[in-house]
């Protein structure tokens, strides 16, 4: 089954039909990229799928029940976490503190040293190398990224939402990023990737959807699509 089922959702923003009536579902262990022209509904889409915004009808199902995201806060918990091509963190925080930022609030009692050694696990089991007590300011991008990656998977993220991820990397980058998602990939997380850049999608995609003007036109297995040369 899905782990995230979007079923007939429709949005519209004064005379704008945003979202007309699309479903999507998302399996673990899939990337499945979107793709589509500015204003086709791929970002209404996100933020409905990570509580920024309510449909104005249709059903999400996670695991098959249907639930309600009403804000980021209820996505986080329900694991679905989205990374955007520029990352915001707190500059003045580290990068283990950025990391576990999301687990405030649920002590008074934080045992630093626990915290320091879960940071470097998560990113060890990236393959990523950063010292987890340098500040966010001064990282790159795209070790930014690495850091939002980190901390959705401290919080057992199952489905990861990844916004034009590239549009900042080079290419070197781009692969080490690739390779990240690969990992996610065979960890059973479903990504949704959003991306204009049709050799990427054809690089890192399992699966292949195609928005225009908030209706879903096509949906395909990477393999089923080709493009003339
Ligand atoms: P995409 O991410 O594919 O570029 P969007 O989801 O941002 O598309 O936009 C889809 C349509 O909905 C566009 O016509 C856009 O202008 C409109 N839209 C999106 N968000 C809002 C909003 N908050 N208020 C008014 N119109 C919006
Ligand atoms: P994107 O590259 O993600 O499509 P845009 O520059 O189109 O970003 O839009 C930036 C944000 O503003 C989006 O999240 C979108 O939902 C929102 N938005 C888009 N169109 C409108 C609009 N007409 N009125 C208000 N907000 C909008």
Redesign the pocket.
Known sequence: TPVLEMRDISRR??N?Q?LAGVSLRLYPGEVHALLGE??AG???L??IMTG??QPDSGQILLDGRPVRIGSTLEAQRLGIAAIYQEPLMYPDLNVAENIFIAHAGRGPLVDWGKLYREAEAILAQLDVHLDVRQPARGLSVAAQQTVEIAKALSLQVRVLIM??PTAALSAHEVEQLFTIVRRLRDQGVAILF?SHRLEEVFTIADRITIFRDGRLISSAPRTDVTVAQ
């Open positions: 923003f004064g704008t945003a500015n204003g791929k970002s209404t996100i933020k920024v915004y916004d034009e959003i």
